[in-house]
């Protein structure tokens, strides 16, 4: 019963998908198809490079200085790597800091398992100790 519900729902939406690109089908073959453009589709975008050339590059030269566009494109670019990089340097400082200071609190720390292995040695003399012998 649990797997029979999901293949209905599956083979259900299936036959609903075809049913809907069948009648879209019918719909297309009705529609005339719009005659097809002289040349092929390369020639055809060639055209549309050249008219988008001619009318940005050399209609309106005097509204945008492409060059300055450019270099001021470059320098924001060039700004945020180096932010970018500053940030990058800043956090590698703060890793060798914290590193150093771990580094100097296990020097510091160096006898601390010594002292842990006296007091785990005392508490089991004092058990034992404590137990009365038989």
Do not use: C
Not at 57 to 78: A, V
Not at 81 to 90: F, W
């Amino acid at each position: 019963m649990e797997k029979t519900i999901p293949f209905f729902l599956l083979g259900a939406s299936f036959f609903g998908l075809l049913a809907i690109f069948l009648s879209k089908i019918r719909i297309l073959k009705n529609v005339e198809a719009p005659l097809k453009a002289e040349g092929n589709s390369l020639s055809r975008f060639k055209q549309g490079g050249r008219r988008f050339y001619t009318l940005f590059f050399k209609k309106i030269p005097g509204l945008i200085h492409w060059d300055l566009l450019f270099q001021k494109i470059l320098s924001k670019i060039r700004v945020l790597a180096l932010k970018a990089e500053n940030q990058a340097g800043s956090l590698l400082v703060q890793v060798r800091e914290h590193s150093r200071e771990r580094k100097e609190q296990k020097i510091n720390n160096e006898d601390y398992w010594q002292k842990i292995g006296k007091l785990t040695l005392k508490r089991g003399r004092k058990k034992k100790e404590t137990t009365p012998e038989n």
